[in-house]
């Protein structure tokens, strides 16, 4: 039986009708009871949705086309965590898991892949006509990028605002480029003079003075044989293992805090399928076990509750348009590469998120 809007206890409980709009509990068409959900709409989004009366007219969730749109304005909320069945509660909650509970698998429609192709085309285009360094490279593992960012839920997705799709911004991939190339300059200095004995110091202290352009506060030589991925970082560089020839060069591309680099990262955008939805979101958990450590700064324990917290990634062998413009392009795109292949770009690097395959 419909629920009148009027005659709910939530209903009779909002603050402030006018400022923060309608809320209403809403089902979609042909489930269960267990899939309804409570939410709070704007105006705007109301009138967007042709919905002049909250309590006449159900919504579905299927009618809207951008994910984005659905994710951020269009949150459901619940009693609590993974119950998406009872609206009359002190605290309703959106989460990860009542999004999971009530959207099931998270996909881009058809009709938006259709016109996100579009301007995926227009932007290789773009890439192609500022003479770009540029390849399609595939996600060895799971990728999320902007999971911190502000949300009504606990976590995030960075999503381009009209198509609903993920991408990876260039300003992201610039950071884990010059983060990747300090940790690199860190190994190189370890028994350096004037520079920490601790790695983390190092790298701070590295990251610092290329921050300011001060290549000369480092040393002419470097005490470590370089091997590995250092010797592949110092190969790439190319001007020898002299970490002050190095750290000129970095300071040159990537630019310090008065001066721009010359070197542009472009972000990266997803290839679109041939036709049809698109599904290359996966569901993923994280489950903190010391809330109360993080949180209260009370000793963690094993009497403590584990806390699963729901979160969107972007699927494994997933591929991307790279591009890197600008006058020092070429090493730019090489240490790109690097980077994305043994640091990993997004959320949960050290934990193997955001892996590229680099052939």
């Known amino acids: 039986m419909r629920r009148n809007f009027k005659d709910s206890a939530w209903g009779n409980r909002r603050p402030d009708r006018k400022s923060r709009g309608f809320h209403r509990k809403v089902r979609r068409k042909g489930e269960s009871r267990n899939r309804n959900a409570c939410y709070y709409l704007p105006r705007d989004t109301l009138s967007a949705l042709e919905i002049s009366n909250p309590s006449e007219k159900f919504l579905n969730t299927k009618d809207v086309k951008n994910l984005s749109l659905l994710l951020d304005k269009f949150a459901p909320y619940s009693k609590e965590k993974g119950l998406v069945n009872d609206c009359h509660s002190e605290n309703p909650k959106a989460s990860g898991n009542v999004l999971k509970t009530l959207l099931g698998e998270i996909k881009v429609p058809g009709e938006a892949v259709s016109l996100y192709k579009d301007y995926f085309r227009l932007y290789e285009m773009f890439v192609n006509s500022i ?3 540029k390849e399609i490279l595939a996600s060895r593992t799971r990728l999320v990028v902007g999971l911190g960012d502000e949300s009504v839920y606990e976590t995030s997705i960075r999503l381009l605002r009209n198509y609903g799709v993920p991408y990876i911004p260039g300003s992201a991939l ?30 701070g202290q590295v990251q610092k003075f290329l921050s300011e352009g001060k290549a ?5 030589n470097s005490e470590v044989t370089p091997s590995g991925e250092i010797e592949e970082f110092v190969n790439t560089v190319g001007v ?19 001066n721009r680099g010359k070197a542009i990262f472009l972000d990266a955008l997803p290839v679109p399928p041939g036709r049809g939805d698109w599904h290359l979101f996966e569901w993923d958990i994280m489950n903190p076990h010391y809330g109360p450590y993080y949180q209260r700064g009370e000793p963690p324990g094993d009497w403590h509750s584990p806390v ?6 972007v699927k494994a062998k997933t591929p991307f348009l790279f591009g890197v413009a600008g006058e020092m392009k070429e090493t730019a795109w090489e240490l790109l590469k690097l980077a994305i292949e043994n640091h990993g770009v997004g959320a949960k690097t050290t934990l193997g998120y955001g892996r590229f395959n680099v052939p």
Not at 175 to 198: K, N, P, V
Not at 216 to 220: D, L, Q
Not at 308 to 313: A, C, K, N, Q
Request: charged share 25%.
């Open 174 to 203: 610039k950071g884990i480029t010059r983060a990747w190339a300090t940790e690199m300059m860190a190994e190189l200095l370890d028994g350096a003079g004037g520079f920490s004995g601790d790695f983390y110091e190092r790298a």
């Open 240 to 258: 020898g293992n002299s970490p002050r020839r190095i750290a000129e060069k970095l300071v040159e591309l990537f630019g310090t805090t008065k």
């Open 308 to 313: 699963p917290v729901i979160f969107l990634t």
């Open 131 to 133: 003479g770009a360094e």
């Open 216 to 220: 000369g506060k480092f040393p002419e």
